[in-house]
């Protein structure tokens, strides 16, 4: 993901809350290429894909033009949550700048609850490499 001048601050440095959108990115086009669209889902299945809990920690900061990329990786999955790793780096770098733990469920779209995540798509998690995003 490109940094563009309307993810910066006064200082020119990516706003904190920026980050959860760029995770949100990264889990959407990793949910995508497992074959999982958010609205396919809804409308065939009744379900959405919520967010439960996150924790976030900055390390360092990303500047105005830089070039990210976000991994996600799956740390443990359960029925109706898992719990996500997420990592952005500079691209070609291996230091991280920010990372999170992630924590999302599945529930109905009629009435909020809890359901269970499709069966082929937990079959999918369990056989997928960590995936990497990056737009530029």
């Not at 563009?4 to 290429?33: H, K, M, P, Q, S």
């Not at 999982?36 to 390390?59: K, M, P, Q, S, W």
């Not at 909020?112 to 990497?132: D, K």
């Amino acid at each position: 993901m490109r940094v563009y001048y309307e993810d910066t601050d006064a200082g020119g440095i990516v706003y904190y809350a920026n980050w959860l959108r760029y995770f949100e990115r990264a889990r959407t086009d990793w949910l995508r290429a497992l074959g999982a669209v958010h609205t396919r889902l809804a409308d065939e299945a009744g379900l959405a894909f919520v967010v439960r809990e996150i924790t976030v920690d900055y390390r360092r900061p990303a500047r105005l033009d830089d070039l990210l990329r976000v991994e996600v990786r799956v740390l443990e999955a359960r029925r109706a949550s898992w719990t996500l790793r997420q990592c952005a780096r500079l691209d070609g770098h291996p230091e991280p700048l920010v990372t999170a733990t992630v924590r999302i469920a599945a529930i109905r779209r009629d009435d909020g609850r809890p359901t269970g995540f499709p069966r082929w798509l937990s079959e999918r998690i369990a056989a997928a490499p960590p995936r990497t995003s990056a737009s530029g």
